[in-house]
């Protein structure tokens, strides 16, 4: 089972941020990367991803240059100050729907 949809707007862009923290990234990088540490649960389109990474550069949030690697000439993402300044709203503001969440879901005493 993979996660699209639904379930995934308004994540793709939080997701790119967060594994651009960690370093500097091309698209097909990040993809794998997200597919690797998901267990293959989580899948971003080509289509979704260039479209954020559209977004997300276009408000200042990440920047690109081009580099070499493998021989082949590719589009690389960095994170900006706005970017990194938003990874923690964005983190705050999970932790507080994650509580908001577990609250209302736990199961109740006879196990449903």
């Known amino acids: 089972m993979s996660l699209t949809g639904d379930l995934l707007r308004g994540h793709t862009e939080a997701i790119i941020l967060f594994q651009l923290l960690k370093s500097d ?8 990367k997200v597919a ?28 690109s240059y081009w580099g070499e690697g493998d021989g082949a000439r590719r589009r690389y993402y960095t994170i900006t100050d706005i970017g990194k300044a938003k990874c923690k709203e964005i983190k705050t503001e999970w932790l507080q729907t994650k509580s908001v969440l577990d609250t209302l879901i736990k199961e109740s005493s006879d196990g449903n």
């Open 25 to 32: 990234g091309y698209g097909y990088e990040i993809s794998k």
């Open 36 to 63: 690797e540490l998901s267990g293959g649960f989580l899948v971003l389109k080509e289509a979704t991803l260039y479209t954020a990474f559209r977004r997300l550069e276009e408000s200042g949030q990440i920047s």
